[in-house]
């Protein structure tokens, strides 16, 4: 009655940002994503006299957390735990710690009570908690869409074994929740109706352009879609800023970069860092590149990887 799961976060290249209104936390958008192959949520989860929640070495109340163990009790018997979540890189700064969080969280307590549940069941699960965390469950490019709302496997990470040098800018939490802000953009941006409008044409060019290994096409359609959304952050009431000068600066050299015939391209969550997505030939270019940018505090290079995992599967 005890199991320990991994799982790395997952960035998102046609992003999620905002809810559909109906019950389980299903997005008003579908998304498309990497899963990494560095920074891992480590989770343990064993039978206890109560539920008590360790984040980082730190009792923690998310209730998040609460919420995601009364779920997996609506459909199977599982006595108090005690759950320990370790994650080896800053816990809520843009590094999607929820995702690997919840997708390690579910996959431990499936294998901790032998509940035999199907991948497509861990990543329902680990949607109702955090919609990004649907996505961690599955390894390499992975899509979550309309009508299940479960993630899928798109291409194995072998398959097209692209980079990502994440460039930390600020390691502080961030300011506004990805809920709340979503909810917040939902509620006063004017561009709403239009971002929901569109997100369905930019993920199946962009689900084509996977499948095609087509990078250009892939670099332009991300970028829209970050900034899609970043402008659709900027137009909320009060407006979602979530960039600091070194966002911005890093922005503007892989744009410099792409001009001087570089395959990369960016993208950017609910939080300062900037993701550099890139051909295993043109990784050294952007390191160095973004190493010399002001501001930067570090580089975290990453490879794509699997998805959730049992330690000893
Ligand atoms: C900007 O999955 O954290 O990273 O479902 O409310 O937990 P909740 O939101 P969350 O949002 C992720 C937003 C994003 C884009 C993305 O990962 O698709």
Known sequence: MRAVARAHPNIALIKYWGKAPA?????AV????????????TTTVSESGADVFRLDGRQSDDPRVAACLDNLRRRYDIPPLSVQSDNDFPTAAGLASSASGFAALVTAVDAAFGLRMTPAERSELARQASASAARSVFGGFVTLEAPAWTAEPLLDEAEWPLRVIIAVTDTASKAVPSSDGMRRSAATSPFYPAWVDSAGDDFRSASSAVLARDFAMLADLAEHSCLKMHGLML???PGLLYWNAATLACLHRIRALRADGEAVFFTVDAGPQVKAVCLPESEGAVVDALSGVSGVRQLLVSGLGPGAWVDGS
């Open 23 to 27: 019950p389980g936390n299903v997005p």
């Open 30 to 41: 579908p998304s498309l994503s990497i899963t990494l192959d560095t920074l891992t949520t």
């Open 235 to 237: 137009s909320s009431r």
